[in-house]
């Protein structure tokens, strides 16, 4: 079965400071990972996923994350953040041999302080 | 606006009383999938379709839940004699064939009281 950890219920950053959301994941074989934003009363965003090939993924908003296989991790960054980043955070995996499923965890909240 | 809709976006039922949401996915998207997400959690998995074709359902849809997507377009999540434990922020998301991630909704919140 799959599942992802985030460790941390809250994050709390000054504006401009760098912003990390730790991720680990469990999953057999290769997994597909995602990271997700909520703000309040809305629906899921999606921000970035990696599929293969380089462990630094990119994604909307400046954000990036990397894999870690070694470590079973995909942890959110961000070098300065912002008031407006400011949400909730959901990392996300999903089995490439169950092509649908996404197992979600509980999130992060995150809040950015001027 | 091209993306998932979902309505209502609010519910407020009493328990005991049927509810029905309907989610409209991305034009095109043969893959259309429903979530359930409570407070302090993050979304679960409750069930999947490609086209018309409901391939898997959670073990957290109960007897009381049922979902259809009859023309491969458009889905309805009906929930029967609602309990106070339905509550929850229910989220719809949809997919591509050949796509990785998933586009989701503002979802319906329901109320039971």
């Known amino acids: 079965a799959q599942s992802v950890a985030q460790p941390e219920d809250q994050v709390n950053v000054a504006e401009g400071n760098p912003l990390t959301v730790k991720c680990t994941y469990s999953v057999s074989g290769n997994p597909y990972l995602f990271w997700y934003v909520q703000y309040p009363n809305r629906g899921l965003q999606f921000l970035l996923k990696?599929?293969?090939?380089?462990?630094l993924v990119k994604g909307s908003y400046g954000f990036e994350a990397e894999f870690n296989k070694s470590q079973t991790s995909f942890h959110l960054k961000k070098p300065s953040a912002l008031v407006s980043d400011s949400a909730l955070y959901f990392c996300?995996?999903?089995?490439?041999?169950?092509?649908?499923?996404?197992?979600f965890g509980a999130g992060t909240t995150v809040t950015v302080r001027a | 606006d091209t993306g998932v809709s979902q309505d209502p976006r609010h519910k407020i039922t009493k328990r005991g009383q049927n509810v029905t949401f309907r989610c409209d996915p991305i034009?095109?998207?043969?893959?259309l999938y429903w979530y359930r997400q409570t407070l302090g959690q993050g979304p679960e998995f409750l069930t999947y379709?490609?086209?018309?074709?409901?391939?898997?359902k959670s073990r957290l849809l109960s007897d009381r839940f049922s979902a259809e997507r009859p023309k491969g377009s458009f889905s309805t999540l009906e929930i029967q004699r609602t309990e106070q434990g339905d509550s929850a922020m229910y989220l719809c998301?949809?997919?591509?064939?050949?796509?990785?991630?998933?586009?989701f909704g503002q979802g319906t919140r329901l109320t039971v009281v």
């Open positions: 379709f490609q086209n018309e074709a409901q391939l898997e």
């Open positions: 998301a949809s997919s591509p064939w050949g796509g990785v991630e998933a586009f």
């Open positions: 996300a995996v999903r089995d490439p041999n169950n092509d649908y499923k996404l197992s």
């Open positions: 990696y599929i293969t090939g380089d462990n």
């Open positions: 034009s095109e998207h043969n893959r």
